[in-house]
């Protein structure tokens, strides 16, 4: 499908820096949802969002569906050099599932 | 729970060979699964829908007959690369969602395809 504005492509920063990235789309979603992918690896969800306005945390994670559900951010704070990967946002209604272009991460110790 | 299987993870094989790669679900029953395609650093690209019983949704754009999908029971499915070629090098990958709704989707680990 088509994809989502994804912001930053790309983050260069220091271990124990916080994070963040966020998606824009000119169209609603009903959910918005952040993955990570490793190298040769499939997708690992991080967190799932369902409601407009929603904040929601997994750990050091943080993220949030935008009141006007056209857009979400994922904050991460402390960061860790595990952290690295990209970070892929997706909007989704029901079936139709449309990914950002993904934000890759590196993390300097 | 909700983990996603693919097999294989790594196919190298001769130009015009067809290559035929699983997705399960382990721990639910997924009536629809999708397959996604991922060239180096982009994202991923949805290919299709996989229906159990049911013939596959492909998108604009992706050939039927090239990428064929049998979803038979509620917990496989499966992508055929039919006279694979070069250009059909990439790196494939399954979902499927344990919930009621399609979402929120439960990736494989990928097949990486590499074509000779």
């Known amino acids: 499908g088509q994809q989502l504005n994804q912001s930053p492509q790309s983050m260069f920063i220091q271990e124990g820096e916080d994070v963040s990235m966020n998606c824009t789309s000119s169209s609603i979603f009903n959910t918005w949802l952040w993955y990570k992918q490793d190298p040769g690896e499939g997708p690992v969800l991080l967190i799932a969002l369902y409601k407009a306005g929603e904040l929601t945390s997994n750990g050091r994670l943080t993220a949030q569906f935008g009141i006007t559900r056209k857009d979400s951010f994922l904050n991460i704070s402390a960061s860790i050099p595990s952290d690295v990967g990209i970070y892929f946002c997706?909007?989704?209604?029901?079936?139709?599932?449309?990914f950002g272009a993904g934000t890759r991460l590196t993390v300097k110790p | 729970g909700a983990v996603v299987s693919q097999h294989p993870s790594w196919v190298i094989c001769k130009s015009g060979t067809s290559v035929k790669i699983e997705c399960r679900s382990l721990d639910f029953q997924a009536t629809t699964m999708f397959w996604y395609r991922q060239f180096p650093k982009q994202s991923l690209m949805l290919m299709a829908t996989s229906n159990e019983g049911s013939k596959a949704t492909y998108e604009q754009g992706v050939e039927k007959d090239k990428f064929l999908i049998n979803h038979a029971s509620l917990t496989l499915s499966t992508l055929t690369v039919t006279s694979a070629h070069p250009e059909d090098s990439s790196f494939y990958i399954c979902?499927?969602?344990?919930?009621?709704?399609?979402?929120?989707?439960?990736f494989g680990d990928g097949t990486r395809l590499s074509i000779l």
């Open positions: 997706a909007g989704a209604n029901n079936n139709d599932m449309r």
């Open positions: 979902s499927a969602s344990p919930g009621q709704g399609y979402q929120p989707q439960h």
